[in-house]
């Protein structure tokens, strides 16, 4: 008995869904005795949200470069688990891990929404975890960027199914978690404009301006329009550091590891859709590009916009290909998952798997603090979160902050300030 056509989306759809599972389920092998690992990124997260659930208000109580959705999600995980860190600690670990699952399984309903192919999709969905940042997401606690790419790529798909109010609001909501997805709506409005249709671009915009609403709602009741602009925006630009194109393609290189192999045939794959008249996949994968080598690159995570794009251009390469080509394709992609998954993107296996770099549960609470998570006058980062601490500094997180360590030097200001500047000092 043949199946159906829905029938048959959902059996490719849930493969996909299982192989991203498992694709994350990898780094356990890396992370195995690690204890309950949090980063800090993690860190400077999670403990505002406990922070304004106790009468902090955001960018004037205490100063942060993240779009303020970032720390409103925060809040949210502190209601929910009713302010209890480990609980809030785990359920950003449960729900980061998430994000990154459905942006495998959203890529994968873009490539065979425009290629109808089962095989390609399935591919490109799981070649979004040959990042091996991708496949670290999560398991150090609440992270920003799944959340970014996520919403970008439902965001493209619900334009592609033409429902443009909903592409609006959540490519909306991605630029809100993370700066440089912006691209998303850059993409979906380009998109939009493109198929000449009025009444699509209003509803795009409509939705971007709920999503706009709906974040920066509590900022303008705090009246802290200003100091978020700063914070966002200035500080961030002020603060990036300089690099030579040679270091970044080093750091590159090393971000990819064997991934660079899926990106080159992503590359390929995205100028395949161009050939046919797709433009966004190049768009996407060019502003990748843009991002890490003109406005700034720290690490592997910053990579995970343009792999996204790199993915679904696998999937247009893969939808091209035909029998032993196809099935030589498919091999490679899946070899290079595995390796990223177990190695971190290099092939260190006869090497001990080492825990990530970060503090364990157990260790912060035994005070084995590392001395620059609480240097220079202010409280450690984990010392304020793990034992519900309310900061003394308003630049608290500036000894984990690179960019909040840099703009003290620049403004000249010391590190435990415990009132918060005012931004129209900074705008004369």
Not at 94 to 114: D, F, W
Not at 199 to 208: E, N
Not at 229 to 255: M, N
Request: net charge neutral; charged share 10%; aromatic share 10%.
């Amino acid at each position: 008995m043949e199946m159906g056509v829905d029938e048959l989306e959902g059996h490719w759809l849930g493969v996909t869904a299982v192989l991203a599972i498992a694709a994350k389920l990898l780094a356990t092998f890396r992370y195995a005795g690690s204890g309950l690992p949090i980063s800090t990124d993690s860190l400077m997260l999670q403990h505002p949200g406990w922070y304004m659930l106790n009468g902090a208000t955001l960018y004037s109580d205490f100063v942060e470069v993240k779009p303020p959705v970032v720390y409103e999600t925060t809040a949210l995980l502190s209601v929910v688990t009713g302010n209890n860190p480990i609980a809030i600690h785990v359920l950003g670990m449960v729900i980061t891990q998430l994000a990154v699952v459905l942006s495998s399984v959203g890529i994968a309903l873009i490539v065979h929404y425009k290629t109808s192919s089962p095989v390609a999709a399935v591919a490109a969905g799981v070649s979004l975890y040959a990042l091996p940042a991708t496949i670290d997401f999560g398991w150090g606690g609440f992270l920003a960027k799944p959340f970014a790419v996520m919403f970008g790529i439902y965001g493209i798909y619900f334009l592609l199914r033409d429902l443009p109010l909903f592409a609006g609001l959540l490519s909306a909501l991605s630029a809100a978690y993370w700066q440089p997805s912006l691209i998303f709506s850059a993409i979906i409005i380009g998109m939009a404009v493109r198929s000449r249709r009025k009444r699509r671009v209003l509803r795009v915009i409509g939705g971007g301006i709920v999503a706009v609403v709906v974040v920066l709602g509590p900022v303008v009741i705090w009246r802290a329009i200003d100091q978020m602009l700063l914070s966002v925006f200035v500080i961030p630009s002020v603060a990036s550091g300089s690099t030579t194109f040679i270091q970044t393609l080093h750091g590159v290189a090393g971000g990819l590891g064997y991934g660079g192999f899926v990106v080159l045939i992503g590359g390929v794959g995205v100028l395949i859709a161009a050939s046919a008249g797709d433009l966004w996949p190049i768009a996407g994968a060019g502003w990748g590009v843009l991002q890490v080598f003109v406005l700034d690159y720290d690490a592997g995570s910053d990579l995970f916009v343009g792999m996204a794009f790199a993915a679904i251009g696998v999937g247009f390469a893969v939808s091209e290909t035909r029998g032993r080509w196809q099935q030589a394709t498919v091999l490679v992609l899946a070899l290079t998952v595995v390796i990223s998954g177990i190695s971190g993107g290099w092939l260190g296996l006869v090497a001990p798997i080492q825990g990530p770099p970060n503090d364990t549960l157990h260790e912060s609470q035994s005070g084995s603090i590392p001395p620059e998570m609480g240097s220079g006058g202010v409280e450690s980062m984990h010392t304020v979160f793990w034992d519900q601490r309310t900061p003394k500094s308003c630049y608290y997180t500036a000894a984990a902050s690179g960019d909040l360590r840099s703009w003290l030097k620049v403004t000249g200001q010391p590190i435990d300030r415990n009132t918060c500047p005012g931004a129209s000092e900074f705008w004369q």
